[in-house]
């Protein structure tokens, strides 16, 4: 089992709907969580991160906590074209001999279809 | 302008043939570290930096060398590599916030490397 999941899609929504992006962790000592949006071929960029329990809104996105459940979420509303990317979430944790390592899942390819 | 730089870009070597793919921040970052990106993989952590002189391992670290001379500078050393190291590279930087959270991480634009 991997120590973060995603579910790898596609994951195809059309124009205007809501996408539900799920990550789930291992891990009950990890601390924040964050999403990156991948276009293909370039580098991943921060969407959002969470660090407590409940939800988190930026613009048309909303990130979802649930610590006992080890389960994180991005709802992206009102989906366009340009959301068309993966979405990679990262989880923080505390390394083994100190620091914080950083686990990031496989990612899920999201298609927007106009 | 804020950001993470790498070289080279592109690079294509044979086996055991020592190379460095630097990596440089002009954000101050304390934390700093190195991924690979395989397809149906994502990004796998090879080496992370909390500071200047301190190091450790993320998953993937074999067969990988960093230091941390410099609060800038990460650079990544493959002494001897081998063809399962041709993957895409990326470094990262961020803040490490007084609180324990690491801050979000800014990425370079990804070093694509090929070992024959």
């Known amino acids: 089992q991997k120590e973060v999941e995603q579910n790898s899609g596609p994951l195809s929504v059309p124009e205007g709907a809501i996408a539900s992006l799920n990550c789930t962790y291992s891990?009950?000592?990890?601390?924040?969580f964050f999403w990156y949006r991948q276009y293909s071929g370039k580098s991943p960029e921060l969407i959002m991160f969470?660090?407590?329990?409940g939800d988190k809104e930026d613009g048309r996105f909303t990130a979802q906590l649930n610590k006992a459940s080890q389960y994180v979420s991005l709802l992206i509303r009102d989906s366009q074209p340009s959301d068309s990317a993966t979405y990679l979430c990262?989880?923080?944790?505390?390394?083994?001999?100190?620091?914080?390592?950083?686990?990031f899942g496989a990612g899920t390819r999201l298609f927007v279809k106009a | 302008e804020a950001q993470v730089t790498q070289n080279p870009r592109y690079l294509i070597t044979v086996t055991g043939k020592k190379l460095t793919v630097t990596c440089s921040q002009n954000?101050?970052?304390?934390?700093m570290s190195w991924y690979r990106q395989d397809p149906g993989l994502g990004l796998r952590q090879i080496y992370y930096?909390?500071?200047?002189?301190?190091?450790d391992k993320g998953d993937v670290p074999e067969g990988y060398k960093v230091s941390r001379k410099e609060k800038r500078n990460f650079p990544l050393i493959l002494e001897s590599p081998s063809p399962n190291q041709t993957s895409l590279y990326f470094c990262?930087?961020?803040?490490?916030?007084?609180?324990?959270?690491?801050?979000?991480?800014?990425f370079g634009p990804g070093t694509r490397l090929t070992v024959l």
């Open positions: 990262a930087s961020s803040f490490h916030l007084r609180t324990g959270f690491t801050d979000t991480q800014y």
């Open positions: 891990d009950r000592g990890s601390q924040s």
């Open positions: 969470i660090y407590s329990n």
């Open positions: 990262a989880v923080i944790r505390a390394g083994d001999t100190g620091g914080f390592k950083t686990i």
């Open positions: 954000m101050n970052h304390e934390y």
């Open positions: 930096s909390m500071n200047v002189e301190v190091t």
